[in-house]
């Protein structure tokens, strides 16, 4: 699914949703409600971390700026995903499931059905590094339960996701956890 650090701006064909690397047409939203998730390591033998910050745009959509470095999974890709609980208890298990709002079976982002929680595969560098920028009408910071990303996790998966196996993309163990939360 994902996007190698050069990658430029694609637009889905299908919906208003849109993926982008490195921060490309960033936007001054100051006055909109905000989101963010600090994303820490849940295995003591794969260290890492993470951000997610979210931004209520103008438009209905809600942007997704993502980084994560996890040095161990240098020159790999890993799977990211939204998890029905903010719970990262027990090496992120106490997140349950993929958080799917619309009963949709699990697949590719902008491809199809898939979970409004189904980022995809994030593609790290030679220091495990990658990032990765998403805009979507699917979430919404607050308001209804179809689309209210607060209080879900973010994980971030030891392997990649096929986009294929049901419901979770035989992504591998939850390396990484953070709890979506509101910034006042």
Excluded at 164 to 184: A, D, F, H, L, Y
Aim: hydrophobic share 30%; aromatic share 4%; with cysteine.
């Amino acid at each position: 699914m994902l996007l190698a650090v050069a990658c430029t701006n694609t637009k889905n064909s299908n919906s208003s949703d849109s993926l982008s690397t490195e921060g490309e047409n960033a936007r001054d939203n100051t006055s909109s409600a905000q989101a963010h998730a600090d994303i820490s390591a849940t295995k003591a033998d794969t260290s890492g971390s993470g951000m997610a910050h979210f931004t209520a745009l103008g438009d209905g959509k809600v942007e997704l700026k993502l980084t994560l470095e996890f040095p161990a999974k240098a020159n790999q890709s890993v799977a990211v995903h939204f998890h029905e609980h903010g719970d990262c208890s027990d090496s992120g298990n106490g997140a349950h499931g993929h958080w799917n709002p619309t009963g949709e079976k699990h697949g590719k982002w902008d491809s199809g059905e898939y979970h409004s929680g189904d980022i995809g595969n994030i593609d790290l560098d030679g220091s495990g590094k990658g990032q990765v920028t998403i805009r979507s009408d699917r979430w919404s910071i607050g308001g209804d339960e179809k689309t209210n990303i607060l209080n879900k996790a973010i994980i971030v998966h030891s392997g990649m996701d096929d986009y294929t196996t049901q419901p979770t993309g035989n992504s591998g163990s939850r390396i990484g956890c953070g709890v979506i939360m509101e910034m006042k």
